[in-house]
């Protein structure tokens, strides 16, 4: 049973505009959260980070969304870049100090944004 | 400060032997982790190494193994590989472990043929 879900492969945003990325989770008890970045031939870098406390965190063009009860978060980046392209992982963690063993990914979602 | 580095980047192995990875991490770094990437699951957690010591461990058999060595290099091992163990393998390294500050390396892409 997957417990982090990123329903979407893959967004194709125009560059510019907005891009929402969205990930699912089922497990009540990840209370952290957080987005990676991967770029081809490269391994993943941390994007920006939520603790269930909050609702939202915002970095930059970067904007973490999270709604406890419908066990949802999402990324917003605005404006989007050419160079956001890239594959975008959803990761939660049951007891944020815990060890790696609690981080659970999803399955990524694929941003292209078009020049 | 360098990065997590690991060795070989690419590697193609037959059904049945056996295949060791190595992670370097960076300087100070006392945790390594060991991740598997696939497309149909995504990425997924083999073991956690601190101090020499496994201190978490995924749900993989135990042809899975790794140990760490007293300067925090880490080593992965499969033995009697499958077909279904190609695979990007991730390793990551941070100061303490925990989930916050994690350092990825650009993995080693195994092919298993």
């Known amino acids: 049973d997957q417990q982090v879900k990123q329903n979407s492969p893959s967004l194709s945003v125009q560059e510019g505009r907005i891009s929402i990325l969205n990930c699912d989770y089922t497990n009540s008890m990840f209370d952290y959260f957080l987005w990676y970045k991967k770029y081809p031939a490269e391994g993943p870098t941390f994007l920006i980070s939520i603790s269930s406390i909050k609702d939202k965190n915002e970095d930059g063009r970067f904007t973490v969304f999270l709604n406890k009860s419908a066990k949802h978060l999402s990324l917003h980046i605005v404006p989007s870049q050419p160079g956001d392209s890239a594959v975008y992982f959803c990761?939660?963690?049951?007891?944020?100090?815990?060890?790696?063993?609690?981080?659970?990914f999803g399955k990524g979602t694929k941003l292209t944004v078009n020049p | 400060k360098a990065g997590v580095t690991q060795t070989p980047r690419y590697l193609i192995k037959t059904r049945g032997q056996q295949v060791t990875l190595s992670c370097s991490p960076i300087s100070g770094h006392r945790s390594v982790s060991w991740y598997q990437q696939t497309p149909g699951q995504g990425l997924q957690f083999l073991f956690e190494?601190?101090?020499?010591?496994?201190?978490n461990k995924g749900n993989f058999p135990g042809r899975f193994s790794g140990r760490q060595f007293s300067n925090s290099r880490s080593e992965m091992n499969v033995s009697t590989l499958e077909l279904g163990d190609s695979a990007l393998y991730l390793c990551?390294?941070?100061?303490?472990?925990?989930?916050?500050?994690?350092?990825f390396g650009p993995g080693t892409r195994l092919t298993v043929t």
């Open positions: 190494y601190f101090s020499e010591t496994q201190r």
């Open positions: 990761a939660a963690s049951a007891g944020a100090q815990g060890g790696s063993e609690k981080l659970v």
């Open positions: 990551a390294s941070s100061l303490a472990g925990g989930v916050y500050e994690q350092y």
